[in-house]
């Protein structure tokens, strides 16, 4: 009967020594709670604000105002060009065409509102506008009735002293040779020229 009570008592104290064993092991677990680390992505945020310097881009001359302290004198007009605000050009000169009273503008440069150009913006100059053609004439009374002047394909020549622009010129007999004249309306290369009578 001893030896079956101490055999217990063995048993039932190895038992609880397992225990502690398996609760020592499960503890160990709480290490993983460090995956708290991962917060630290909240820094992304600092480049939200990274648009907000871009260009404002005007629409009318409204968007402009004027330029210059009253201190120095009355502010100088401003207006809207490509989006940007520039300074009204003096006489002459001019951005676009509407500076010009009369005319074109030509030659001028300004880099658009948000463009990112490589060359400093131009001034232009006001040129007068091109003048009409004369009309064609159709025959030699429609260059004037007061001194001769042929007509030749279309366009009023001067008469040249010793040379000719077409046959009627040239005495009986004689033609007019090497004379060139560019049609009314046409685009040439070269200079009218006249011709001889042989």
């Known amino acids: ?80 060009v490509e989006g940007v605000c520039k300074l009204v050009p003096p006489s002459f000169k001019c951005w676009q065409d509407s500076d010009c009273p009369y005319g074109m503008c030509m030659g001028a440069s300004v880099c658009p509102c948000g463009y990112d150009c490589h060359q400093a913006d131009q001034l232009g100059n006001c040129m007068a506008p091109t003048p009409a053609p004369a009309p064609c004439c159709t025959n030699d009374m429609a260059c004037g009735d007061e001194t001769y002047a042929p007509c030749v394909n279309g366009v009023c020549k001067v008469p040249v002293l010793g040379a000719c622009w077409k046959d009627d010129e040239c005495p ?27």
């Open 1 to 80: 009967m001893l030896r079956v009570c101490l055999l217990l008592v063995g048993l039932s104290v190895l038992g609880c020594g397992g225990s502690v064993s398996k609760d020592g092991q499960s503890g160990g677990s709480a290490g993983t709670g460090a995956s708290a680390g991962s917060g630290g992505s909240g820094g992304f945020g600092g480049s939200t604000g990274g648009t907000g310097g871009g260009p404002v881009c005007c629409g009318t001359d409204a968007d402009c105002g004027s330029a210059g302290d009253a201190d120095d004198g009355p502010p100088a007009p401003v207006e809207c």
């Open 172 to 198: 009986a007999g004689q033609s007019c040779v090497g004379a060139s004249v560019c049609p009314c309306g046409a685009d040439c290369d070269q200079m009218d020229m006249p011709g001889k009578c042989l």
